[in-house]
């Protein structure tokens, strides 16, 4: 099983087994998992070698008022393991003049067929719930294979927020595993700061396209 930040987990049997007895939100995380719903996996410099960080954003409504809430789980608690929601998914769910500026988002690139969405909108999407506030923007992961790609693709995010009115915020994925906030790259930095599911660091640009030798995925094989 291969997974980044981001990604969506599942848990089979969340009564079973241990990683959060002694959380202070343990009913609350069961009831989570029991509901289907997933938690998000998290970079963490802390969890040991067949662990995973997990996370939970409760809803701004709920009696944990939009609380975060994270946890490391041995991997074997895993039932699955999936990347987060596409653009195309999640834009006809969005409520109101969101649901035009994203579908007028999709309409702008044939590329955004491959962006995926975190954050605010993956949640109200899988929950149903009111995570949007008047503030919130759209949080986009962006692969890209190559600079000249990522820049191309890019350029499509600054003409919709000026067209649109609509903020969005999120990351490039690059080949090697890593990801960089889009702002960042689109502002021609020649070092990034990147995120990988165990580490952040600075590293060169014309690096990061390159090198596949230090990837931030994880490869396991859950029971």
């Not at 662990?51 to 954003?57: C, F, N």
């Not at 986009?140 to 609509?166: D, H, N, Q, Y």
């Amino acid at each position: 099983m291969i997974f980044n930040r981001h990604y969506l987990a599942r848990l089979e049997n969340p009564r079973e087994g241990h990683g959060f007895e002694t959380h202070p939100h343990r009913g609350a995380i069961i009831d989570w998992f029991e509901r289907r719903l997933p938690a998000v996996v998290c970079r963490s410099e802390s969890q040991g070698s067949g662990e995973v960080t997990l996370g939970i954003h409760f809803p701004p409504g709920g009696y944990l008022r939009g609380e975060r809430v994270s946890f490391i789980l041995p991997l074997s608690r895993l039932a699955s393991v999936i990347p987060p929601p596409l653009l195309a998914e999640v834009a006809p769910r969005a409520p109101g003049a969101w649901r035009d500026a994203l579908g007028r988002l999709l309409a702008m690139s044939p590329a955004c067929a491959e962006w995926r969405v975190y954050g605010s909108h993956m949640w109200r999407a899988l929950t149903g719930e009111q995570y949007l506030r008047d503030t919130s923007d759209i949080d986009l992961l962006i692969p890209a294979a190559t600079a000249v790609a990522a820049e191309s693709v890019l350029e499509v995010i600054p003409r919709w927020e000026r067209s649109s009115g609509f903020r969005a915020d999120g990351e490039v994925i690059f080949p090697c595993g890593g990801a960089a906030a889009w702002r960042e790259l689109l502002g021609g930095n020649r070092m990034l700061l990147v995120k990988s599911l165990c580490a952040v660091g600075l590293r060169p640009r014309e690096e990061v396209f390159h090198d596949t030798t230090r990837s931030g995925a994880a490869s396991a094989h859950p029971a």
